[in-house]
């Protein structure tokens, strides 16, 4: 496979690496209500937060809808909306950017990456997928940007996000994203919380069904699933077999 990383394939591996693989070889499910639900809450919050911007903004300090490229940046517009982030393998469309004080090879200024929400809480997939944009604008300026900010709720809030100052769990998300693109094999099928709203909840129940998939005990961690992977057990059936031997071991000392 040499497929090409959109938005949709990015925050699908926030969530879960199987939806993404889905998503990159054009699989599409069945939205539940509820996910319609937060695409329409988060399409309020873009509006709220764009109008907001412009309120506040001269029109002219504000472009949209354009291709990043860094002479682009070097004109030092105060905001960049709805950019598009392309590479070899790359095409995304990244909410916005914000100029703010500092030094870069753009001039006396960088850019921090922005990102709308319609959830009324910030998560740790929102805090990554803010990372994963902030990676990615380090090819433009430079410099890695050291925050970005979260708008979302009903209230359309802001909220600064710091980040770790090297990245290293977005640049490592985005080595695996591009490797995924240059493989046939897909990732292991792990069930997680948010099977609950994914447009292929029924299709991956059915599939761990199969398969005597481990996730399927919801109790159960990631880690743990991958601890257990390690050792060679990946269905049901062999962990309660491997469960009843040490309850046998335990009850005949």
């Not at 240059?182 to 991956?204: A, D, G, Y």
Request: glycine share 4%; aromatic share 8%; hydrophobic share 35%.
């Amino acid at each position: 496979m040499e497929a090409s990383i959109n938005r949709d394939v990015l925050e699908s591996y926030v969530f879960c690496k199987y939806k993404s693989y889905l998503k990159l070889i054009g699989q599409q499910g069945d939205k539940s209500d509820y996910e319609r639900l937060l695409i329409a809450a988060r399409s309020k919050v873009k509006l709220s937060a764009i109008d907001n911007i412009y309120v506040k903004n001269q029109e002219n300090q504000v472009v949209r809808n354009i291709v990043l490229t860094t002479s682009l940046l070097e004109q030092g517009p105060s905001f960049v909306l709805e950019a598009i982030m392309e590479d070899d393998h790359i095409s995304i469309s990244i909410d916005g950017l914000k100029k703010v004080s500092g030094v870069s090879n753009l001039g006396q200024f960088i850019y921090i990456p922005m990102l709308f929400h319609g959830g009324c809480r910030v998560h740790k997939e929102q805090r990554l997928l803010l990372e994963l944009y902030a990676f990615s604008l380090l090819q433009y300026q430079a410099i890695l940007p050291s925050s970005g900010i979260i708008w979302y709720g009903r209230e359309c809030k802001t909220t600064t996000v710091h980040f770790n100052s090297d990245l290293r769990k977005a640049k490592k998300t985005l080595l695996n994203l591009k490797k995924m693109c240059r493989t046939e094999e897909p990732p292991k099928l792990i069930l997680n919380r948010h099977c609950q709203i994914c447009e292929f909840s029924q299709r991956c129940h059915d599939q761990a069904m199969q398969e005597d998939n481990i996730s399927l005990l919801r109790g159960m961690s990631e880690k743990e699933i991958k601890n257990y992977s390690r050792k060679g057990i990946l269905t049901i059936a062999f962990l309660c077999r491997l469960w009843n031997f040490q309850l046998h071991d335990l009850s005949n000392p």
